[in-house]
Each structure stands twice: as structure tokens, then as C-alpha cells.
């Protein structure tokens, strides 16, 4: 079975996932609206700026039908700011900023600071194999802790940076694998949505 996986196409690197998932093998569409969310199997929320997305999905009365797809066990992955709206909680949100959550964690908001921005790095994660991914962050998050349930896949190298992590459904990046031609993480994730 082809699973329809949807990206979430309110702001942010949303036709850069489009095609890693279809090159996974995953049937990809763009998500805007409540009846486009409710037909795929699962979603992909992009890299962009997690603030605006909030307001969007706000005004786009997206929020509490993501919520509640995700609490009925939907697949989701989240990269970058689509890992910020998985979370739980948020470290350097703005005044008010909401999540869609689902994510028992705090991620840091802008975590690697000013002077490194933007920087890529190779990353050994759980149950992707065929080595390393190169792994670019922009303005990047990172997962200052976890809970229970939380699977930690990744770190950067020679530091306590958590950057990857899986919760049952949920799939989130610091970084962005829909930007390097790798398409290892996208696969995880459409078997992960097979599996379900
Ligand atoms: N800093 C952005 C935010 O807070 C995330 C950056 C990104 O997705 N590349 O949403």
C-alpha cells in the first residue's frame, strides 16, 4: 500500500518535503484545510518560522483538528519548526505562542545562538542506517529535555545536543533532511507510517 502523506503548506520548505516523500514512496500533498487534513495517513510539518505557522494554523482553524489527529495516532514529523509545533513545551517561544504538541519535551527556540545560525554537521541516528546524515540547521531548535516516552535518535556530535528524537508516531528534526538530497529520514518515516 502507497500511504498519502501529507506536508503541512501553511509557510516554510514545503515542496522541498513534497518531493523527498515522493521519492520515499509515500503518495505527498499539500495540507491548507481541515478536509485536506482529514484524508492522508499521516503529516510532515515543515522547516519555516514556528510563530507564523502557529498564527496561520490558527487563523486557518487548523490547530485543534492537528490536535486531535495526532491524539487519535496519527504519523507526524516535524522538522526544524515543525519539530518547535510537535513539542510540548517551548523554551524563546514569543509571548503566547502555541503548539500543536503531541511531544513530551521542551524544545529551545533558536537554540544554537547567533553566532551559529546556520551550520551543518554529520549525525549517527538510531535505526537509520548506511552511516552518518549530513545534517544542515537553520535557526535551529534543539530538545533541551525529555520525558519519559521520548526516544533520543540523535545528538551532535561531541555534545549533549539532543536533534532527533521519536515518540511512538511522532518523528521530529532539528535540522533539515529535505534540503540535502538524502532522503533516509523520509524513508523512516514512510515506514513508520507503513508500520502503522
Ligand atoms: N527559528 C525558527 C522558528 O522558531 C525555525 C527555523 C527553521 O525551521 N529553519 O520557527
Known amino acids: 500500500m502507497t500511504p498519502v502523506i501529507g506536508v503541512l503548506a501553511l509557510q516554510g520548505d514545503v515542496a522541498e518535503h513534497l518531493r523527498a516523500l515522493t521519492s520515499s514512496g509515500a503518495t505527498a500533498c499539500a495540507v491548507r484545510r481541515p478536509r485536506e487534513l482529514a484524508v492522508v495517513d499521516a503529516l510532515v510539518i515543515p522547516g519555516g518560522e514556528s510563530t507564523t505557522m502557529w498564527k496561520l494554523a490558527d487563523i486557518f482553524d487548523l490547530l485543534e483538528p ?45 537554540a544554537f545562538g547567533r553566532q551559529v545560525d546556520s551550520f551543518e554537521a554529520d549525525i549517527t541516528l538510531k535505526g537509520v542506517a548506511g552511516g552518518p546524515v549530513r545534517a544542515v540547521f537553520i535557526r535551529a531548535p534543539w530538545v533541551e529535555s525529555v520525558g519519559d516516552g521520548v526516544e533520543v535518535l540523535g545528538k551532535v556530535p ?26 533516509r529520514i523520509h524513508e523512516y518515516f514512510v515506514e513508520m507510517v507503513r508500520e502503522r
Open 66 to 110: 492537528l490536535r486531535i489527529r495526532i491524539k487519535e495516532g496519527m504519523p507526524a514529523y516535524g522538522s526544524c519548526a515543525g519539530m518547535i509545533m510537535l513539542a510540548d513545551r517551548i523554551e524563546g517561544g514569543i509571548e503566547g505562542q502555541e503548539t500543536v504538541g503531541g511531544l513530551d519535551l521542551v524544545v529551545r527556540r533558536n
Open 158 to 183: 561531541g555534545t549533549d545536543r539532543i536533534v532527533a528524537v521519536r515518540q511512538g508516531n511522532l518523528l521530529a528534526t532539528s535540522f533539515h533532511p529535505e534540503l540535502t538530497g538524502d532522503t
